[in-house]
């Protein structure tokens, strides 16, 4: 067998670079694999395209998780012709887009980062200036800025470090005492079994006491977000929200409506929330379409609500509540959504101008079977919403 670099061409300088394309991208990637890769690739020649794919994942993959994203890195890297071009010509040092040439779609922001680096062209400076190096990504002024901006409104770059923002913020949850025990440091209750253990490495003797206190639980959550045209951008965001809450520690049900319902649980269960949300969008087919309220909340309480909603369930209902269909059938399936948990919270973005007023038929139906009314169109507004889920709620 041939050593890794006896590869002929640039063959090995090819897929080390699509190694640290795949590793900037997010996924984990160890150097053993690149050479694992170059070896099998000496056994299963280079035959068909087909083959060649196979090689690579076979090697480079160990989650079936990161299936996605490396067939997405795949197409991008070795399937376009002019670009496989520029990094042979190049030795791919780097890969730059060239100039009116369209870059990926957004749901593969963090892989078009990789494949196309963003490098602003700027003057070098002078020889006689000082040059400070600080570290100012997002200094506080522009932290707060961000948690201000409306995410309808936010550019690509803003887009990206809100993300960060909200996978970094603190997530507390209402706790909720079950039946079940746990050990505790401080008296209460007695635990007379480890009691007991203890007195028997002691000889009999009573050294010490344990204690027992009751084991809570976050509240579970639903979530219902509209992604009708006018909300879609807000329930994109929602949906990193809910991706951030169900890696935490509770458990979040989580459903989109336009025209439809679908269920978006298993979807959002990948621990990447950019592979996720790109596969919620994908897989809805009525995604920033129309919109049905009515329709979907019907399709809900029948189906759904016996399944994952019980009496200490919280649901975050996300919708502008513009409907124009019957309002009496809404506020019939308003109240039974709201009869069947523990509080419901309607997150309504309207709520960001400061002269809203609740005059369409749809918000004066719905808006009388819900416990909090909050807004949803910035950081700000879901650091409040995370301050609300850990106060304690009462059942109605």
């Not at 929200?241 to 990948?270: C, D, P, Y």
């Not at 909340?297 to 016996?306: G, K, M, S, T, V």
Request: charged share 25%; proline share 6%.
């Amino acid at each position: 067998m041939l050593p890794a670099r006896q590869t002929p061409g640039h063959l090995a300088e090819n897929v080390m670079h699509f190694a640290r394309v795949l590793r900037t991208a997010g996924m984990p990637l160890g150097t053993d694999r690149v050479q694992l890769a170059l070896q099998a690739l000496q056994v299963a020649g280079f035959e068909s395209k087909r083959d060649f794919h196979a090689v690579l994942s076979a090697c480079l993959l160990d989650r079936i998780e990161h299936r996605e994203l490396f067939d997405q890195a795949f197409v991008l890297f070795w399937r376009d012709p002019d670009l496989m071009g520029r990094m042979r010509a190049l030795l791919l040092p780097k890969v730059q887009l060239k100039e009116g040439a369209t870059p990926p779609p957004p749901e593969n922001r963090r892989l078009g980062e990789a494949l196309f680096p963003h490098q602003p062209n700027q003057p070098p400076p002078s020889e006689g200036q000082d040059q400070l190096e600080v570290d100012a990504q997002l200094t506080w002024n522009d932290r707060e800025v961000l948690r201000k901006a409306d995410f309808d409104t936010m550019t690509a770059d803003e887009w990206r470090d809100a993300q960060r923002l909200l996978a970094q913020m603190r997530l507390v949850f209402e706790p909720l005492a079950t039946r079940r025990s746990q050990r505790a440091a401080h008296p209460g209750r007695a635990d007379w079994r480890a009691t007991l253990q203890g007195m028997a490495r002691h000889g009999g003797e009573l050294w010490d006491m344990r204690w027992r206190r009751p084991r809570d639980k976050p509240a579970p959550l639903v979530l219902l977000a509209d992604i009708s045209g006018s909300m879609s951008r807000y329930s994109r965001m929602l949906l990193h929200f809910a991706h951030a809450i169900g890696h935490a520690e509770a458990r979040v049900e989580s459903f989109v409506f336009g025209t439809r319902l679908t269920r978006t649980t298993r979807l959002l269960g990948s621990r990447d929330p950019d592979l996720a949300v790109s596969q919620v969008v994908r897989a809805v087919e009525d995604w920033s379409g129309g919109t049905r309220i009515t329709t979907s909340l019907h399709e809900f309480n029948q189906r759904w609500a016996r399944r994952v909603l019980s009496s200490r369930a919280t649901v975050l209902l996300i919708s502008d509540g513009l409907e124009h269909g019957d309002t009496q059938r809404l506020s019939f399936e308003m109240e039974r959504l709201h009869k069947s948990c523990r509080r419901l919270i309607w997150l309504n973005p309207l709520l960001r101008f400061d002269r809203f007023e609740p005059r369409a038929g749809g918000i004066k139906a719905m808006l009388p079977h819900v416990d909090r009314f909050l807004p949803a169109h910035n950081l700000q507004s879901l650091a409040e919403l995370v301050t609300v889920l850990c106060q304690p709620g009462t059942a109605h």
